[in-house]
């Protein structure tokens, strides 16, 4: 069957099961929770390992398995003599604790006409065309939506949901020649742990693909590069009857350093390769407080900059507070990995490829935020992003494209292929 340009010829033709699993995948729980201290932080995550765990066995891949973990490691062998670079596709199980993923009861619009979506159980929620312009290239696709009630999961169960497919198709092609693939599942991506616990020694790969991205065609090289501040501030108490000249208080303190940082540098009024300074937290009284913040950037330069400039502002603030103290804390949470895929050329291009392949015009892009890939690129596993067709994530208005999925599963399978063919 020629798919895409026409630059490949694959001796089968392509049946999906996306749709089926994705279904079965979203309704159950996975919301991952950041105060928790454990790995992963909700025992629900399990419920959706154990599960694809079982479904990978079943497709034959007899070292399928969850760790205590929460990770799903699977082996799909080689049906090739080449030497092939090993390569790995990973999605993440959780479900972002911004929104709730219990219950979710997944819609189907099916032969999209246009216009805005109503979601059925909340008609306040409305997926607005002119505020979702990818709808526009969604006309006669069939549409995922849930009924307004929870996040759907497209972030990331679409990507679980594609390369389930993707593996299914060939270990029952064993025609399609590959060398041997991995297959990971993380927990506890949407906050930051998702690569905490991956045993890079036992998946065994050479290069990664996430499959975690927005619109169909896109590839993603590159990521802000990430750090946490947390400010603490101390400030001065006093019995408020008899305050004057003596309270500083501490919230008041930190709302000031809040209201000084730059408009033009907060998230709502940034874009592209913008980055911000961001307040994300804020807790304490009057006695003690805790600003905590993130800090993006494309460049490490651009991270320095941002956190010098806190450095400046709260400083500057201080000088009404003469008595009050501060301390800045610094975390680093990821860099680009741009810089580590530089080095790997072969691993985009390679992915490029096979978007084509898949009938798609392919798109580099970059990301306003981070991956798994992002940590697994500089623990060894240079890892890209390839789109999982998700949209509006970590909201009510989530959806997802039927054949935007398929043109994912499509993608992986040419990719593994495209390994074998220019070993």
């Not at 749709?19 to 928790?36: G, H, K, M, N, W």
């Not at 299914?168 to 693939?181: A, C, D, E, F, S």
């Not at 009284?285 to 956190?307: C, Y």
Request: charge should be negative; hydrophobic fraction near 40%.
């Amino acid at each position: 069957m020629t798919i895409g340009n026409g630059a490949d010829i694959l001796p089968f033709a392509f049946d999906h099961t996306v749709l089926e699993r994705f279904l079965r995948y979203v309704r159950i729980d996975t919301q991952s929770d950041p105060a928790s201290p454990t790995c992963p932080s909700t025992d629900k995550q399990k419920d959706l390992g154990r599960l694809l765990a079982q479904e990978l066995r079943d497709l034959g891949l007899a070292d399928a398995h969850m760790d205590e973990h929460g990770y799903v490691y699977a082996t799909v062998p080689a049906t090739t003599d080449k030497k092939v670079p090993t390569i790995c596709f990973c999605s993440h199980m959780d479900t972002s604790p911004d929104c709730t993923g219990k219950d979710v009861k997944p819609q189907i619009v099916k032969n999209y006409s246009g216009g805005d979506i109503v979601l059925p159980a909340d008609k306040t929620q409305i997926i607005r065309a002119n505020e979702h312009p990818a709808l526009a290239g969604q006309i006669g696709n069939d549409i995922v939506t849930t009924d307004g009630t929870t996040l759907l999961g497209a972030d990331n169960k679409a990507g679980i949901a594609e390369i389930m497919d993707a593996i299914r198709i060939l270990v029952r092609n064993p025609q399609i020649k590959h060398g041997t693939i991995k297959v990971l599942f993380t927990p506890d991506e949407e906050i930051g742990r998702g690569a905490d616990k991956v045993d890079l020694k036992k998946l065994g790969s050479d290069f990664g693909y996430t499959i975690d991205g927005e619109s169909a065609g896109h590839l993603e090289d590159e990521t802000f590069s990430a750090d946490g501040a947390t400010v603490n501030i101390q400030g001065v108490s006093a019995h408020p009857g008899f305050a004057k000249d003596k309270m500083e208080h501490a919230l008041k303190i930190a709302a000031r350093i809040v209201d000084a940082l730059p408009a033009d540098m907060s998230p709502e009024n940034t874009e592209g390769r913008d980055g911000f300074l961001h307040p994300v937290g804020l807790e304490g009284g009057l006695d003690s407080a805790t600003l905590s913040l993130i800090v993006r950037d494309f460049s490490e330069q651009g991270l320095k900059d941002k956190e010098t400039l806190l450095e400046k502002i709260v400083k500057d603030v201080l000088t009404d507070f003469p008595r009050s103290s501060a301390t800045i804390e610094i975390k680093k949470q990821y860099r680009n990995m741009k810089e580590v895929l530089d080095k790997h050329p072969q691993v985009v291009a390679h992915a490029m490829e096979a978007i084509a392949r898949a009938g798609l015009k392919p798109i580099r892009s970059s990301i306003r935020g981070g991956t798994d890939g992002s940590r697994l690129s500089f623990m060894g596993l240079p890892c890209p992003n390839i789109f999982a067709g998700e949209h509006a994530f970590h909201s009510r208005l989530e959806w997802v494209s039927v054949q935007d999925m398929e043109a994912a599963v499509r993608t992986i399978v040419h990719l593994a292929a495209i390994w074998e063919e220019k070993a």
